[in-house]
């Protein structure tokens, strides 16, 4: 009967686990990065927007860390994939602006491609072109 009551508490404390990181996933993405981006990302970000794809299958949505004195030049922004376990880090990298489109198009219905800033200083001149797939 113990045997029995253990294997039952087993089971709940990982069904337990397991709702407690899809409630955090669901706030915070995996792959945000350290404790420092975390918090950028949950008090000082703005939402960019969701962008879906062509055939209607995909969508991703684009934030940008706009805190203010915690970042200097070009816009920390993330680009996330939300999935029914929680959300997703795709890429991320620096945008030009905080406010305006953000530099994306669809290439088919799982891929699409984004122009980041080459870094975080506001005078670099170069950009990169990065083509992503979506699981």
């Known amino acids: 009967m113990k045997k029995l009551k253990k294997i039952h508490v087993f089971f709940l404390l ?7 990181y899809i409630i955090i996933r669901s706030a915070v993405p995996f792959g945000i990065g350290g404790f420092k981006q ?13 962008y879906v794809s062509p055939d209607g299958s995909k969508e991703i949505i684009v934030v940008t860390n706009d805190g203010g004195a915690m970042h200097s030049g070009n816009f920390p922004t993330w680009i996330i994939a939300q999935h029914w376990w929680g959300k997703n880090v795709v890429t991320k990298g620096y945008l030009r602006n905080q406010d305006g489109d953000v530099p994306i198009s669809w290439i088919g219905p799982r891929t699409f491609k984004i122009i980041f800033a080459e870094s975080r200083k506001p005078f670099c001149q170069n950009d990169n072109i990065f083509e992503i797939t979506l699981e």
């Open 14 to 20: 990982i069904i337990l686990l397991l709702t407690m």
């Open 38 to 50: 975390i918090i950028a990302y949950n008090f000082f970000s703005r939402y960019r927007g969701k």
